[in-house]
C-alpha cells in the first residue's frame, strides 16, 4: 500500500483552472482499480493552498496512474500555475480505513 500527501500552492487568480484540472484527476483517478482513496483538501487559510490525500494498492499502481490521460492532463493544465512544484510525503499505513486494520478500545 502506498499512501502520500500531496501539497500544492497555486497563483492567486488560477483557482478555478485548478479546480477544472483536478476535477478531471479525480474522477478518473477514483475509477482506476488500483485506487484506494483519492481526496482533494483546502487549507482554510489559505485559498490558493491545496492537499491531494491519495492511497494506491502499490507503487506499481500509481505508476500506472501516472500514465493516465486524466492524470497528464491534469499535470499539464497545473504546471503553469503552481507555485514552488509539489511537495511530496509519504506515510505509513497504521490504522487506515477500508484496509482490514480495526480499531481497539484501550
Do not use: W
Amino acid at each position: 500500500m502506498l499512501i502520500q500527501l500531496v501539497n500544492i500552492k497555486v497563483q492567486d487568480g488560477t483557482r478555478d483552472t485548478f479546480l477544472e484540472a483536478f476535477t478531471i484527476n479525480c474522477n478518473g483517478t477514483r475509477e482506476e482499480p488500483g485506487n484506494i482513496r483519492f481526496d482533494l483538501l483546502h487549507d482554510p487559510e489559505d485559498a490558493n493552498n491545496f492537499f491531494v490525500y491519495e492511497i494506491f494498492e502499490s507503487e506499481a499502481a500509481l505508476d500506472e496512474h501516472r500514465k493516465t490521460p486524466h492524470y497528464q492532463t491534469c499535470v499539464e493544465m497545473i504546471e503553469p500555475i503552481t507555485i514552488g512544484g509539489r511537495t511530496k510525503t509519504y506515510f505509513t499505513p497504521v490504522l487506515v480505513q477500508g484496509t482490514g486494520n480495526i480499531c481497539l478500545p484501550r
